[in-house]
């Protein structure tokens, strides 16, 4: 499955990648998060693979959305998702 596609079923989608680093010290301690701040190369990764988990609406929500739509009320969704897992 494409990641696109794991996405639209509703799952979480993590990527692993992996790279080699060579002549760090053994007390070398990474800090950082993204090419600007970290202190490691952050290219040259190679893609191993994709891991998708399912995470389904808690029980009664799906029940609780139904009762708030009879009652004329429109329900919002906030989350951190990416917009296409958060669709699905």
Partial sequence: ???AQLMSEGKRV???A???IVGLEPD????GCTP???NFPMDSFTLRGLVALED???EGV???VEKIAMAGARTIMVTGDH??????
């Fill in 36 to 38: 600007e701040d970290a």
């Fill in 56 to 58: 389904p609406p808690k």
């Fill in 62 to 64: 799906l029940d609780a």
């Fill in 1 to 3: 499955n494409s990641l």
């Fill in 83 to 88: 917009p296409a897992t958060a669709e699905a």
């Fill in 14 to 16: 993590l990527c692993l």
């Fill in 28 to 31: 070398f301690v990474f800090s």
């Fill in 18 to 20: 992996e790279r080699h």
